[in-house]
């Protein structure tokens, strides 16, 4: 078993920045690829990030370059960066991992097994 446990939201102001972090235990060498997703009232959980064992990157398209995913594998920490955050960013996200190495699957949240408990993210205009 992986557990999954995500720190960093909060509450900012539109433009604000959020550093978020998601450490992994239990069976960590079961992880193969890891990712950020969010889930905002009354919406669909979305794809916003994800980091496939070969370090290929992928990010969902209303990130545009405002967020920077990456992995700290000595750690088993996986990060998200969030810069120039809106309004419409306000949702709670969630860390996942999976076994899997396909990088086509990244922003797929049925293909990830663990997932951590969320954390709130809120930007007020």
């Known amino acids: 078993q992986v557990q999954l446990v995500e720190t960093g939201g909060g509450s900012v102001q539109a433009g604000g920045s959020l550093r978020l972090s998601c450490a992994a235990s239990?069976?960590?060498?079961?992880?193969?690829?890891m990712g950020w997703f969010r889930q905002a009232p009354g919406k669909e959980r979305e794809g916003v990030a994800g980091?496939?064992?070969?370090?290929?990157?992928k990010y969902a398209d209303f990130v545009e370059g405002r967020f920077t995913a990456f992995r700290d594998r000595a750690k088993s920490t996986l990060y998200l960066v969030m810069n120039n955050l809106r309004p419409e960013d306000t949702a709670m996200y969630y860390c996942?991992?999976?076994?899997?190495?396909?990088?086509?699957?990244?922003?797929?949240?049925?293909?990830?097994?663990?997932w951590g408990q969320g954390t709130q993210v809120t930007v007020s205009s």
């Open positions: 980091i496939a064992p070969s370090g290929i990157t």
């Open positions: 239990g069976i960590t060498g079961s992880v193969a690829s």
């Open positions: 996942a991992a999976g076994s899997w190495y396909d990088t086509t699957w990244l922003l797929a949240h049925a293909k990830y097994t663990y």
